[in-house]
């Protein structure tokens, strides 16, 4: 077996231990926050409910997991790309 066809075999090897990562998060938006359901840990969900300044949606995520369930943060960020109804 030659050098190249050895550095091919090695990769495609490695690469198949590899676990499979989902290609992106999606994103929710909802009109009000208790049309939320439960909210998992490192979830994060949009709110269009005006509450935040021009060109921001309010942003809703899991951060830690307590006794209770998983604590809420509240932030407004910027809202990308155009607003669908």
Do not use: N
């Not at 994060?44 to 005006?50: A, E, L, N, R, T």
């Amino acid at each position: 077996m030659t050098a190249s066809r050895y550095a091919i075999w090695l990769l495609g090897a490695f690469a198949s231990l590899t676990p499979v990562l989902p290609a992106g998060a999606q994103t929710q938006i909802y009109s009000r926050e208790q049309d939320i359901p439960e909210v998992r840990l490192g979830q994060h969900i949009q709110i269009d409910d005006g509450s935040c300044p021009t060109g921001q949606i309010k942003e809703v995520s899991g951060t830690t997991l307590t006794a209770a369930g998983v604590t809420r943060v509240r932030k407004c960020v910027p809202r990308l790309g155009t607003k669908k109804k």
